[in-house]
């Protein structure tokens, strides 16, 4: 599997917090463009895994988004804090009338589905434009998740998370944040409201398919929901 040849380096890239790389005086500048090498390498790395994806039917996800979910996905893989090589992308800034989910096998590279997803009510109409990690604030919560259990709730079938990003998603178990189907995310609902349905602040999918993909992604595998706005300084907020 390539990914498993750039962990170490993706490691030493984004370290947590206060455990920085020592570095002897006398080499400081060599370990400058060593570090600059390994940054070629992971990016490298990305794009090399990102032309190998099989689509099968689907639409790939955009680069740039495809790009920062898997340097996360590495770095939470190398921690421990993610055990499966399941990778799930929600993409909030494409319109929640496309099929902005996808489900990435990254042990063969395939994506193994591509859906709609419902972002918040109050995080925007068509458009995702503004995210919340408070309770009642029924907005979206973007960053990385660890997905966790299955349960049977109000929706059915339902899949609980973890966020994984202190003051951005750190609160979602306790905000019942969860995957899980609903019947207005769905082609109808958007013939009929000229826009997908939107939720409570859930990632929610189409029902004829959340049985299938909380199954695919349940128990420690990485979720990831992307927008521009996000800051990608994760060394200081990923959660040990």
């Known amino acids: 599997m390539i990914y498993k040849l750039f962990l170490?380096?993706?490691?030493?890239?984004?370290?947590?917090?206060?455990?920085?790389?020592?570095?002897?005086?006398?080499?400081?500048?060599?370990?400058?463009?060593?570090?600059?090498?390994?940054?070629s390498n992971l990016d490298v790395n990305v794009e090399m895994v990102y032309q190998s994806l099989d689509a099968n039917e689907f639409e790939l996800p955009k680069q740039e988004s495809f790009a920062e979910a898997l340097k996360g996905f590495y770095l939470l893989k190398e921690k421990g804090l993610i055990k499966k090589d399941i990778l799930t992308l929600v993409d909030f800034s494409l319109s929640s009338n496309s099929k902005r989910?996808?489900?990435?096998?990254?042990?063969?590279?395939?994506?193994?589905?591509?859906?709609?997803?419902?972002?918040?009510?109050?995080?925007?109409?068509?458009?995702?434009?503004?995210?919340?990690n408070s309770a009642q604030s029924f907005q979206s919560s973007l960053g990385f998740?660890?997905?966790?259990?299955?349960?049977?709730?109000?929706?059915?079938?339902?899949?609980?998370?973890?966020?994984?990003?202190?003051?951005?998603?750190?609160?979602?178990?306790?905000?019942?944040?969860?995957?899980?189907?609903?019947?207005?995310?769905?082609?109808?609902?958007i013939k009929?409201?000229?826009?997908?349905?939107?939720?409570?602040?859930?990632?929610?999918?189409?029902?004829?398919?959340a049985s299938e993909i909380i199954f695919t992604i349940k128990d420690k595998s990485c979720l990831y929901i992307y927008h521009p706005s996000i800051d990608h300084t994760k060394e200081s907020k990923l959660i040990s």
């Open 8 to 39: 170490s380096s993706v490691f030493m890239l984004f370290s947590f917090g206060s455990n920085e790389m020592e570095i002897n005086a006398p080499e400081v500048n060599a370990n400058k463009n060593s570090a600059s090498v390994v940054k």
């Open 192 to 209: 009929g409201n000229k826009r997908l349905g939107r939720s409570q602040g859930c990632p929610a999918v189409p029902v004829e398919l």
């Open 101 to 132: 989910l996808w489900v990435i096998d990254l042990k063969t590279n395939e994506v193994l589905f591509q859906s709609l997803v419902a972002h918040g009510r109050n995080t925007g109409e068509e458009f995702a434009t503004r995210f919340s």
């Open 145 to 189: 998740y660890a997905t966790g259990e299955i349960y049977r709730g109000k929706h059915g079938l339902s899949l609980k998370l973890d966020g994984l990003e202190k003051g951005i998603n750190d609160r979602a178990r306790q905000r019942a944040v969860v995957v899980h189907g609903a019947n207005y995310v769905s082609d109808s609902f």
